[in-house]
């Protein structure tokens, strides 16, 4: 069980499109996910945290308005770049939780975008 | 502000050794400690999750130890094999539940 879907695993666009990447929770309903950003050769970075009808957590220096994240459901988390732009080409990996603090995150298998 | 080190960066062994990743973290009051895999270009698998009241966890060929008071955790990986090259990543977490990585370290297993 606890297994993490994220769609598309990969997507090409062009600078100034915007992008949606679907994150769900298949067999369980995720209190929070999280959506990280990793570059190549680096770690992951956490960008948000997502809790389920109500507004994202956004870290120091990410741009809220750039990156949208709407948790309609249990099951359902949503990040969409904005007019993307080059630099935001990178690997965008979301993360469910089911119990806050004592529950291991389960990790999606990652979308990996490039912006031209 | 909480910040993982993960030390060395990149390790080759031949295959058969046993060998041990550091993870050295700077606030004691983690919550828990995870060690995840990640084979490149792939999202992350969860290896172990040690919760801060434990002082190891154990899933076959691999355990994992945490020191709270001197903020270190260690990943030993008995009788390596070239199937375990991947990159290891160590993770603390707060109640929250927000995980803050090490930058990892790369594995080669040489057969």
């Known amino acids: 069980g606890a297994v993490v879907s994220q769609h598309p695993s990969w997507v090409i666009c062009k600078s100034g499109t915007s992008v949606k990447i679907e994150c769900r929770s298949l067999?369980?309903?995720?209190?929070?996910m999280f959506w990280y950003r990793q570059f190549p050769k680096q770690s992951l970075m956490l960008m948000a945290t997502?809790?389920?009808?109500?507004?994202?957590?956004?870290e120091q220096g990410v741009e809220k308005d750039k990156f949208l994240i709407n948790h309609a459901s249990l099951t359902l988390s949503t990040l969409t770049v904005t007019s993307a732009h080059p630099e935001d080409s990178s690997f965008y990996i979301c993360?469910?939780?089911?119990?806050?603090?004592?529950?291991?995150?389960?990790f999606g298998p990652g979308t990996r975008l490039t912006v031209l | 502000k909480q910040e993982v080190t993960q030390i060395p960066a990149a390790l080759s062994v031949p295959e058969g050794e046993n060998l041990v990743l550091n993870c050295s973290f700077t606030?004691?009051?983690?919550?828990?400690l995870q060690w995840f895999r990640q084979d490149p270009g792939k999202g992350l698998t969860s290896l172990l999750l040690?919760?801060?009241?434990?002082r190891e966890q154990t899933s076959g060929r691999l355990n994992a130890s945490l020191d709270k008071s001197s903020g270190r955790s260690t990943l030993y990986i008995a009788a390596s094999q070239p199937g375990d090259s991947a990159t290891y990543l160590c993770?603390?977490?707060?109640?929250?539940?927000?995980?803050?990585f090490g930058q990892g370290t790369t594995l080669q297993v040489k057969p």
């Open positions: 040690i919760q801060s009241s434990q």
């Open positions: 997502s809790n389920e009808g109500s507004k994202a957590t956004y």
């Open positions: 993360s469910a939780h089911r119990d806050r603090g004592t529950d291991t995150q389960y």
């Open positions: 606030d004691s009051a983690i919550y828990n």
């Open positions: 993770a603390g977490s707060s109640n929250t539940g927000k995980l803050i």
């Open positions: 067999d369980f309903q995720a209190t929070t």
